[in-house]
């Protein structure tokens, strides 16, 4: 874990590279040391119905849901936490400049007993595999 899941405003296509935000998120992710690179997976949802404060075109949002595994410390999710927030509002630190942007970041931690998982990625980044082309 985490799951890194980003929702935003379909009022902020263009304005936010949302492929490089992924990429500066993920690697945020993999700089706090908490999770490792095989448990992360960074995405988002373009939310094309949605209203923020009042109502005006222009508002947007960009929420950043990181689904934890249990067990960690408050320090220890907390520090994460705030890693990868710092790096969300550095970058879109230049579309909020110009455009009112509501940005937030929540932790959720999942529960130990109904978060199934399956997954080979661990031994998979040990066995030394790298990156093929896309």
Do not use: W
């Amino acid at each position: 874990m985490p799951h890194v899941i980003v929702e935003y405003s379909a009022n902020l296509v263009g304005a936010v590279e949302v492929k490089a935000l992924l990429a500066a998120l993920h690697e945020a992710a993999l700089k706090t040391g908490v999770f490792p690179a095989g448990g992360i997976r960074t995405r988002a949802e373009r939310r094309d119905e949605y209203i923020v404060a009042d109502g005006r075109p222009e508002a947007a949002f960009v929420h950043v849901m990181l689904r934890i595994g249990a067990g960690r410390d408050m320090p220890t999710k907390k520090r994460a936490a705030e890693g990868v927030f710092a790096v969300l509002c550095e970058q879109l630190k230049p579309v909020q400049d110009k455009r009112p942007l509501a940005i937030s970041l929540e932790v959720q931690e999942l529960d130990p007993v109904l978060n199934l998982k399956k997954n080979n990625l661990h031994a998979y980044l040990a066995a030394g595999k790298t990156k093929e082309p896309a």
